[in-house]
């Protein structure tokens, strides 16, 4: 059962324009998001997060947007740069509810075409 | 800064042979995790420790045992090796729970032949 799911394995985008990564969740009791970055050989950063009090959380480039009707987040990287060809992952937790655990997306490998 | 270190980088290891993945961090945080990743899939969590002497499981235990006598310190152990334990493993660290962002280490590829 995939309570966090990123259905496009893979997207390509120029450089300079807009990246938007989508992340769908089943569990109605997730109250904090997360975006991870992760580059080949390396682990996991941490990118951006999001309470679910919000519905949009900006730093820098990257923007988050939380639709809690949908169930669905969305991050934008704006512009996109060569540097964020990455694996992004989306990650879940129920905070409230005392979970100490992340669920995990599969992920979405990002690349920037020059 | 170090933040989290995990040894070896790299392992193959025979079926039914054990081994134990090294975990350190110098962060002092409380809460460390392992998790395994398949190749196409998320990060799916094995064990996860909230203190010195306190340990839990996560998702997918089974093959797998922990200990945590410091906190620095999180090592995993594998007993018995299957092929369905060939996977990159990672280790990751926070300052709290409830899912605060974690700092992760490079992560061991380990298979098992």
């Known amino acids: 059962d995939q309570q966090v799911k990123q259905n496009s394995p893979s997207l390509s985008v120029q450089e300079g324009r807009i990246s938007i990564l989508n992340c769908d969740y089943t569990n109605s009791m997730f109250d904090y998001f997360l975006w991870y970055k992760k580059y080949p050989a390396e682990g996991p950063t941490f990118l951006i997060s999001i309470s679910s009090i919000k519905d949009k959380n900006e730093d820098g480039r990257f923007t988050v947007f939380l639709n809690k009707s949908a169930k669905h987040l969305s991050l934008h990287i704006v512009p996109s740069q060569p540097g964020d060809s990455a694996v992004y992952f989306c990650?879940?937790?129920?905070?409230?509810?005392?979970?100490?655990?992340?669920?995990f997306g599969t992920g979405t490998r990002l690349t920037i075409i020059p | 800064n170090a933040g989290v270190t995990q040894t070896p980088k790299f392992r193959i290891l025979k079926i039914g042979q054990s081994m134990t993945l090294q975990c350190t961090q110098d962060m002092n945080h409380n809460y460390m995790y392992w998790y395994r990743q398949d190749p196409g899939m998320g990060l799916k969590l094995i064990y996860y420790?909230?203190?010195?002497?306190?340990?839990d499981k996560g998702e997918v235990p089974n093959g797998y045992n922990v200990s945590r006598s410091t906190t620095e310190d999180f090592p995993l152990r594998l007993e018995l090796a299957a092929p369905s334990q060939t996977s990159v493993y990672f280790c990751?660290?926070?300052?709290?729970?409830?899912?605060?962002?974690?700092?992760f280490g490079d992560g061991t590829r380990l298979s098992i032949l």
């Open positions: 990650a879940a937790s129920a905070r409230t509810f005392g979970n100490e655990k992340l669920t």
């Open positions: 420790s909230v203190g010195a002497g306190i340990t």
């Open positions: 990751a660290s926070s300052p709290a729970g409830g899912g605060q962002p974690q700092h």
